[in-house]
């Protein structure tokens, strides 16, 4: 008797959750809406009823987002000022009290229902989306390798030494996106590096890894907050191992770009002997740079 009435109860919720996806899509007509973004920055007009993130980005405001609207990642965070409705269960263990407080809100899980105003970073108005092909790809060591991009539309990137871009790879669902950070130094403009660890059923590794020469890629960015202190007589002491080396390499390259005599130490971490890579050009580099240790 009991086994029958679970299975009543279930098969009950299961039918409602159906009957309430199907309301959802076909009978919920919102209309059209307009997006104010930054107090009139920027402005824009969509059909109501998807999520705010595919809004942005339909409109070419790509915010971070590592898993693509599934509200795990906690990374597209944007204030709303007016026009989200309430908060949502799925949204609160990514906020703390003060963003709750302040409007903060997860895009991927906020519906466009109705007329809305949003803030974001102003720098994320200038993420750019990329199309590349891949122009190199290096083994490093057993479960790493360097992976080069050119450039194609646009051409050219500007970004800081830390930021990092997010590449989109094919998965079971969809395309997803992964960040990865840029290991090439801010001075070569038509090109994205990466170094990238794979991880066993990891989706985006998974499909940087297999990778070929001439093959096209599309990523957006460049994204991360991390600001390189530009006082040369300040000290960088760089620490790092494995994949963790991509934002390092950067740092380290464009910092002797531009400031030749600063002082910088690395100190590279691995388990192993074969865990080292990039020993050579470093050695090179301390040789040029006497700073450099």
Known sequence: MNVMALVVTTGVFVGLSVWFLIAERYLANYGKCTIKLNEGDKLFELNGGGTLLSALYENKIFIP??????????????????????????????????????????????????????????????????????????????DIKEVTFELIEPNEISHRPGQYVQVRAPGPDGIVTRAYSI????????????????????????YIHNLKEGDPVSFTGPYGEFRLNEDPEVENVCVGGGA????????????????????????????TTKDIFYMENYEELSKKHTNFK
């Open 244 to 271: 963790g080396m991509a934002p390092i390499r950067c740092i380290i390259y464009s910092i002797f770009h531009r400031w030749l005599e600063r002082s910088c130490w690395l100190f590279f971490g691995c388990r």
């Open 65 to 142: 987002s590592a898993f693509g609207g599934k509200g795990s990642c906690r990374y597209c965070k944007v204030t709303v000022v007016e026009g989200g409705g309430p908060l949502l269960p799925t949204e609160t263990p990514y906020l703390t009290r003060a963003e709750r407080m302040s409007g903060v809100r997860l895009a991927c899980q906020v519906k466009v229902k109705q007329d809305m105003e949003i803030k974001i970073p102003e720098e994320l108005l200038y993420v750019q989306e990329f199309q590349a092909r891949v122009s190199g790809v290096k083994e490093l060591t057993r």
């Open 183 to 206: 290991s090439s130094p801010v001075y070569e403009k038509n090109i994205v590096q990466l170094v990238v660890r794979l991880v066993p059923g990891g989706i985006g590794s998974t």
